[in-house]
């Protein structure tokens, strides 16, 4: 079963079960797709308004990008002073082969059905609109991201904003920004 599904059959058991006095999340991840890291995000946070038992987090060796995302749902997130997390930010990455396929040559022939279907297409030169069209993708779901981090972190919008240029922090570095509340193990959460 995927990811998502493995959250929720484990959120929906313990949602059931009154002997759960708290959830403990073991994040051990660099992330993933931003829908499946919201969808995970959602989740935890509709547990713990249906059954408002606490949630912790404990960042093992690394909880970045949508790692983190995930960990922001929880009431407390520790790490441990060597936890690799952060990596707040949203990248799209595209190759350009093009000169490469001259080369050795190879030509590309592509019909689309709109001017912006094959956007991204390695086997030529990004277009200046296409450029525009991926930024503004790139931007609303950073936008998103941050949002999540701050309501879940409790944190002001440009606090969060600061800190959310994609670079790594250790979780010494992470508890100083307040992205994370205690340094510690999972023994510890």
Do not use: C, W
Not at 127 to 142: G, I, T, W
């Amino acid at each position: 079963p995927s990811m998502i599904a493995s959250v929720q059959e484990q959120l929906t058991r313990a949602a059931k079960d009154e002997n759960v006095k708290a959830v403990v999340l073991r994040i051990n991840t660099p992330g993933g797709t931003v829908t499946a890291s919201d969808i995970i995000y959602h989740e935890l946070k509709t547990f713990k308004a249906s059954r408002k038992v606490p949630i912790v987090a404990s960042i093992m060796d690394l909880g970045t990008s949508g790692g983190y995302y995930i960990a922001a749902a929880a009431d407390t997130i520790l790490a441990h002073p060597s936890s690799v997390t952060g990596s707040i930010g949203v990248i799209v990455q595209l190759a350009n082969a093009s000169e490469l396929l001259h080369r050795v040559g190879i030509e590309s022939a592509v019909i689309t059905s709109g001017p912006f279907k094959d956007s991204g297409n390695p086997t030529r030169t990004l277009r200046p609109e296409e450029r525009q069209v991926f930024q503004a993708l790139v931007d609303d779901v950073y936008q998103q991201f941050i949002e999540a981090v701050a309501q879940g972190r409790n944190l002001p919008l440009d606090e969060v904003r600061q800190a959310a240029d994609g670079r790594i922090y250790t979780g010494r570095q992470a508890k100083d920004l307040r992205l994370i509340d205690e340094l510690g193990s999972l023994h510890d959460a």
